[in-house]
């Protein structure tokens, strides 16, 4: 089993869409949780992190985490073409002192 | 701009050569890392520092070395020991304050080997 697995798409959804992204994890201690997105060539970009239980909002993205399910989500509301990127879902576990793990990534397209 | 600087963006050199990346930082951070991405794969960490003079491998370590004898400057080498060195290489720094520190990315530079 994956530390970090992520359904690696494409996830096509339409403009104006809201996008919904997966990820889960497999250590039960992990402590924080964070989302990254990633164009096509260039290096990841945070766009938000969470690490108690429930949603955290920022602009029209969502991060939601449910610990006992060990499950993490992103939902990006009113989908833009330049949303279209990989999204990467990466876990700070249990005593790793400050290093992430990363999933595989999964790839959005918002079409017009 | 604080921000971390990975160069060159490019690099290209021939089986059997030693080659290093460098990652240089100016956001006053304690902990560098340096990552590995091949297509279709996540990012895969190779070693990791929280302090100077100090480095721990991560889990692809074999092939690599690194040092870190200042605070911004996070060199990496790749060596001619790396069977597969063909990759796209990440940099990144974090405060080691706590759980809630993300990493910061530099551009990454992509290393061609044939």
């Known amino acids: 089993q994956k530390e970090v697995e992520q359904n690696s798409g494409p996830l096509s959804v339409p403009e104006g869409a809201i996008a919904s992204l997966n990820c889960t994890y497999s250590?039960?201690?992990?402590?924080?949780f964070f989302w990254y997105r990633q164009y096509s060539g260039k290096s990841p970009e945070l766009i938000m992190f969470?690490?108690?239980?429930g949603d955290k909002e920022d602009g029209r993205f969502t991060a939601q985490l449910n610990k006992a399910s060990q499950y993490v989500s992103l939902l990006i509301r009113d989908s833009q073409p330049s949303d279209s990127a990989t999204y990467l879902c990466?876990?700070?576990?249990?005593?790793?002192?400050?290093?992430?793990?990363f999933g595989t990534g999964t790839r959005l397209q918002v079409t017009l | 701009d604080g921000g971390i600087t990975q160069s060159p963006k490019y690099l290209f050199r021939k089986e059997g050569q030693n080659v290093t990346l460098s990652c240089e930082q100016n956001?006053?951070?304690?902990?560098m890392y340096w990552y590995r991405q091949d297509p279709g794969q996540g990012l895969r960490l190779i070693y990791y520092s929280q302090i100077v003079n100090d480095f721990q491998k991560g889990d692809i370590a074999e092939g690599y070395s690194v040092s870190r004898e200042k605070k911004e400057s996070f060199p990496l080498t790749v060596t001619s020991a790396q069977k597969n060195p063909t990759a796209f290489y990440l940099c990144a720094s974090s405060t080691t304050g706590g759980f809630d520190s993300p990493l910061h990315f530099g551009n990454g530079t992509r290393l061609t080997v044939t």
């Open positions: 250590d039960r201690g992990s402590q924080s």
């Open positions: 969470i690490y108690s239980n």
């Open positions: 956001l006053n951070h304690d902990a």
């Open positions: 990466a876990v700070r576990q249990s005593g790793t002192a400050s290093k992430l793990t």
